[in-house]
């Protein structure tokens, strides 16, 4: 069963201090594993599609890294319009299957 | 009015109530998808229309019951729901039900509350 484990659940930061969030992820063959963003009363917003191991994509302050067995979205000098829940999910080999979501981290950047 | 639109924004209803919730997306796609979200997990689908042909139904209780009348509409009709029911209920669309699904662009949800 393909699964989506992120890490931590909460994660609280000061303005500018740089930081990780976790996604652990076990999938039969991955197509693709996804980032969102989602603030207090909306739907998530994509931000990033990685596909291979050894793939990093940018935004911003936001940097997305891809391994064989994780992902990384690592945020440099955090603002506090930062603040947000970051969602991680999985696509499994082959097409046509949903995506799998993890629980999400809750950041929040105190200014 | 662009991307995605979801109505009500809060629904409050008792155990015997039938209610909708309508979702409305001006992008021009060909796939619109329903989303549950609860405190605490992840994001579960619910359904998933392409070309307004139902293709995903993820052993959801009949008491929620889909309608995508043309590929810019779909509605969830509700009824005899439990307490556990309540939460947050997304709709989403995208280009096409493909291999490259990753764009799924949400609305801002209906937080549902059954008493």
């Known amino acids: 069963e393909d699964q989506v484990t992120q890490s931590p659940e909460a994660l609280r930061l000061q303005e500018g201090e740089s930081s990780s969030l976790n996604c652990s992820y076990t999938v039969s063959g991955l197509r693709g594993l996804f980032w969102y963003r989602q603030d207090p009363g909306k739907g998530p917003e994509f931000l990033f599609t990685?596909?291979?191991a050894g793939e990093e994509k940018e935004k911003e302050r936001l940097k997305a890294t891809l391994t064989k067995k994780e992902s990384f979205l690592h945020i440099t000098a955090p603002k506090p319009e930062d603040s947000a829940t970051y969602l991680c999910a999985v696509q499994a080999i082959p097409g046509n299957t949903p995506l799998v979501f993890g629980k999400g981290t809750r950041l929040s950047v105190i200014a | 009015e662009t991307g995605v639109t979801q109505t009500p924004r809060h629904l409050v209803m008792g155990m015997t109530n039938k209610k909708s919730l309508k979702c409305e997306q001006h992008l021009g796609h060909n796939a619109m998808y329903w989303y549950k979200q609860s405190a605490k997990k992840p994001l579960e689908l619910m359904f998933v229309?392409?070309?307004?042909?139902?293709?995903e139904n993820n052993s959801v209780p009949s008491r929620f019951s889909p309608e995508c009348p043309n590929s810019s509409h779909l509605f969830l009709h509700l009824h005899t729901l439990q307490p556990e029911d309540s939460a947050l209920y997304l709709c989403?669309?995208?280009?096409?039900?493909?291999?490259?699904?990753?764009?799924?662009?949400f609305g801002s949800g209906t937080q549902l509350s059954v008493l």
């Open positions: 990685l596909y291979s």
């Open positions: 229309y392409s070309l307004e042909e139902r293709v």
């Open positions: 989403a669309s995208s280009q096409a039900w493909t291999a490259d699904n990753e764009k799924l662009f």
